[in-house]
């Protein structure tokens, strides 16, 4: 039975490049929706390919307006591969929750 602040806690509702997705043209940025804004200055996002490297990633930074979108630039060319995004956030309310996903990218 979860508690009532448990609906409070920032949930993954949307991801860019999509969960599960295969897609065939590198990623500038990854952007995550969450139910709940979040601290951007609190949170981690890493992207890691098959060979368990993290690729280099700008500084988490929510979008104008939008505390609820949270947007990190990736920093080098990323090639064709399967890459797992993983994310730690922690929302308005303090609470803190994790989660992964992955992604294609195709030649
Ligand atoms: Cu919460």
């Given at each position: 039975v979860l508690a009532p602040s448990a609906a409070a806690h920032a949930t993954l509702e949307q991801a860019s490049p999509r969960v599960g997705a295969t897609i065939g043209t590198a990623?500038?940025?990854?952007?995550?929706?969450?139910?709940?804004?979040?601290?951007?200055?609190?949170?981690?996002?890493?992207?890691?390919?098959?060979?368990?490297?993290?690729?280099?990633?700008?500084?988490p930074h929510t979008a104008p307006g939008d505390r609820r979108t949270l947007i990190v630039e990736v920093s080098e060319s990323l090639a064709p591969d399967a890459y797992k995004v993983a994310w730690r956030v922690v929302s308005v309310d303090s609470h803190t929750t994790q989660g992964d996903f992955s992604f294609v990218l195709a030649r």
């Amino acid at each position: 039975v979860l508690a009532p602040s448990a609906a409070a806690h920032a949930t993954l509702e949307q991801a860019s490049p999509r969960v599960g997705a295969t897609i065939g043209t590198a990623p500038r940025e990854i952007r995550l929706v969450f139910s709940e804004g979040v601290e951007p200055a609190l949170c981690r996002v890493t992207l890691t390919g098959r060979d368990g490297r993290a690729r280099a990633l700008g500084t988490p930074h929510t979008a104008p307006g939008d505390r609820r979108t949270l947007i990190v630039e990736v920093s080098e060319s990323l090639a064709p591969d399967a890459y797992k995004v993983a994310w730690r956030v922690v929302s308005v309310d303090s609470h803190t929750t994790q989660g992964d996903f992955s992604f294609v990218l195709a030649r």
